[in-house]
């Protein structure tokens, strides 16, 4: 089983949409969670960080389920300007971060 | 400017052949990181270091070397290129002092062995 695994889609959506993310992890011990967004051969940016009593941050909304081990990203109202691909990443401990494969999502008109 | 500079940017190189991929930052970061992202496979972990003095193999360090020259560069080697590692490398920063894991990426190196 991988460390972090992810859906790769693609989700295609319509503008105003709203579309969710699972990513899954397998190690109980991991401490720290976040999401990063991905454009077409772009470097990867820092979305937002995911707190144990969930975290929003305008139309995205980030939550953490310790007890089944899985984030989510949800994303409402969503724009064009959404699509990219969005990579979830675990972070063991100090040493060690682990990044998803990603989802890619695609927002048409 | 940005913050997290490579050069090159994009490279062609022939197997066998020695390449260095060089990485800056003016973040003032003491962490810096190499990875390389190949489709289906996401981001992988080359090499780490924390300091100047600090140098830590990670995920996938065969075939591969590290200098840390100054606390604002980091370049990665590949001592003898062959074409399994023609992919997407990307260099990152971290600030260790605060504790913060943020990772701030540059731009990638675009790797093509022939």
């Keep these: ?109 | 400017d940005a913050d997290v500079t490579q050069t090159p940017r994009n490279r062609i190189t022939k197997t066998g052949k020695r390449i260095m991929l060089e990485c800056s930052q003016t973040k003032g970061h003491d962490r810096m990181y190499w990875y390389r992202q190949d489709p289906g496979l996401g981001l992988r972990l080359i090499y780490y270091s924390f300091d100047v003095k600090d140098i830590n193999k990670g995920e996938i360090s065969d075939g591969y070397s590290v200098s840390r020259q100054a606390q604002a560069k980091f370049s990665l080697s590949l001592e003898s290129a062959i074409p399994n590692q023609t992919a997407l490398y990307f260099c990152a920063t971290s600030d260790g002092s605060t504790g913060q894991e943020t990772q701030y990426f540059g731009p990638g190196t675009r790797l093509l062995v022939l």
């Design chain 1, 1 to 109: 089983r991988k460390e972090v695994e992810q859906d790769p889609g693609p989700f295609n959506v319509p503008e105003g949409a709203t579309v969710a993310f699972n990513c899954t992890y397998s190690n109980s011990a991991s401490q720290s969670f976040f999401w990063y967004r991905q454009d077409c051969r772009k470097e990867p940016k820092l979305l937002m960080s995911v707190y144990s009593s969930g975290n929003e941050d305008g139309r995205f909304t980030a939550q953490l389920n310790r007890a089944s081990q899985y984030i989510s990203l949800l994303i409402r109202d969503s724009k064009l300007s959404d699509s990219a691909t969005y990579l979830c990443v675990v972070i063991l401990n100090t040493d060690k971060l682990i990044f998803g494969t990603g989802t890619r999502l695609q927002v048409f008109p």
